[in-house]
């Protein structure tokens, strides 16, 4: 019995001829709609944080990643992800000139020891 999503989508008779078996189930993200973490670490205003500022939805919170990376990961293995996409926030890696890569370096380093790409 399949223990993935993407296990039980690669062994299912019906799609043997439409996915082969080096297909990587991938998941993605983009930064603003998922970070929050608005101010943590000495992030920058950006475009979106002046775009949306004073409307009711913002990325101030989004999914709460930056706080809630280690869930992320595991609901990543959960559902069986080969690869990962993300998109970065430039005002979290250079908000005045100085670097702030922790939350993208946890995330990442995490992935890597788990051999994903």
Same mark, same amino acid.
Not at 13 to 18: A, G, H, Y
Not at 102 to 117: H, W
């Given at each position: ?26 998941c ?31 990325? &101030?919170?989004? /999914? $709460? @990643? #930056? ?6 990961v595991?609901?990543?293995? &959960?559902?069986? /992800? $080969? @690869? #990962? ?16 890569c ?16």
């Open positions: 019995m399949p223990s993935t999503h993407a296990e039980s989508i690669l062994s299912d008779p019906s799609l043997k001829s439409i996915l082969p078996p080096s297909f990587l189930f991938a993605s993200s983009a930064s603003y709609q998922i970070e929050g973490g608005f101010e943590a670490d000495g992030k920058g205003v950006g475009i979106w944080d002046e775009y949306m500022r004073g409307k009711e939805d913002t990325g &101030e919170i989004a /999914c $709460d @990643s #930056y706080n809630l990376w280690r869930e992320d595991k609901l990543l293995k &959960e559902y069986g /992800c $080969d @690869s #990962y996409r993300f998109s970065i926030a430039w005002p979290r890696i250079i908000p005045n000139g100085t670097s702030s922790f939350y993208y370096n946890n995330g990442a380093d995490d992935q890597e020891q788990r051999g994903k790409r």
